[in-house]
Nanobody, 116 residues
Framework: QVQLVESGGGLVQAGGSLRLSCAASASIFSINVMGWHRQAPGKQRELVAVITSSGATKYADSVKGRFTISRENANNTVYLQMNSLQPEDTAVYYC??????????WGQGTQVTVSS
């Protein structure tokens, strides 16, 4: 299993920014896909952004142009830079490490609340 620890969540006003961090217990070079998902109250968990071991990225349409996922292999950390935040972005954000048949692990989540 890969242990994941998220940080950086908090309360921010609409239009503001936050940067989430996800520290992994293993080299992210060996993890096929790392990403961020979020779950708002009463809604299903949805994909926000992913990044592959080769650096390819993909974003949900709802965050495209506002959020940026990146990685720092040296410290086994994945980041999610969130700009122009809106109340609709309010959710618990979870870090995910997908190693395909080798495992799929999740962090404990970090709360992001955007006030109007």
């Amino acid at each position: 299993q890969v242990q994941l620890v998220e940080s950086g969540g908090g309360l921010v006003q609409a239009g503001g920014s936050l940067r989430l961090s996800c520290a992994a217990s293993a080299s992210i070079f060996s993890i096929n896909v790392m990403g961020w998902h979020r779950q708002a109250p009463g809604k299903q968990r949805e994909l926000v952004a992913v990044i592959t071991s080769s650096g390819a990225t993909k974003y949900a349409d709802s965050v495209k142009g506002r959020f940026t996922i990146s990685r720092e292999n040296a410290n086994n950390t994945v980041y999610l830079q969130m700009n122009s935040l809106q109340p609709e972005d309010t959710a618990v954000y979870y870090c995910n490490a997908d190693r395909f048949r080798r495992g799929n692990d999740w962090g404990q989540g970090t709360q992001v609340t955007v006030s109007s």
